[in-house]
């Protein structure tokens, strides 16, 4: 089994900066693809950033130029840098992993959600 846990999510204001964490546990052999998505009240979820395997990066454009993504493949985790942070950027965001388990059975994985808040 493979789980992923998000980190560093909360309060800030308009303005400010977050980083968020997420890092893989459990019966790994590969992480392919990782990205974050975010969904606010009444509306889909969306994608953030994506990051491939080796390290080729895309973002959503409401976020080009504030956030950056990355990863530490030795640790199984990747990371959502956001700066320039605004009020529409409050939701919860999750982590997706494509994962190959030691089975070598390919899946994907989601995060619980860490709330990020942007006060105006």
């Known amino acids: 089994q493979v789980q992923l846990v998000e980190s560093g999510g909360g309060l800030v204001q308009a303005g400010g900066s977050l980083r968020l964490s997420c890092a893989a546990s459990g019966s790994i052999f590969n992480i392919n693809a990782m990205g974050w998505y975010r969904q606010a009240p009444g509306k889909q979820r969306e994608l953030v950033a994506h990051i491939t395997s080796g390290s080729n990066t895309n973002y959503a454009d409401s976020v080009k130029g504030r956030f950056t993504i990355s990863r530490d493949n030795a640790k199984n985790t990747v990371y959502l840098q956001m700066d320039s942070l605004k009020p529409e950027d409050t939701a919860v965001y999750y982590c997706?992993?494509?994962?190959?388990?030691?089975?070598?059975?390919?899946?994907?994985?989601w995060g619980q959600g860490t709330l990020v808040t942007v006060s105006s």
């Open positions: 997706n992993a494509g994962v190959i388990n030691t089975a070598r059975a390919s899946f994907e994985v």
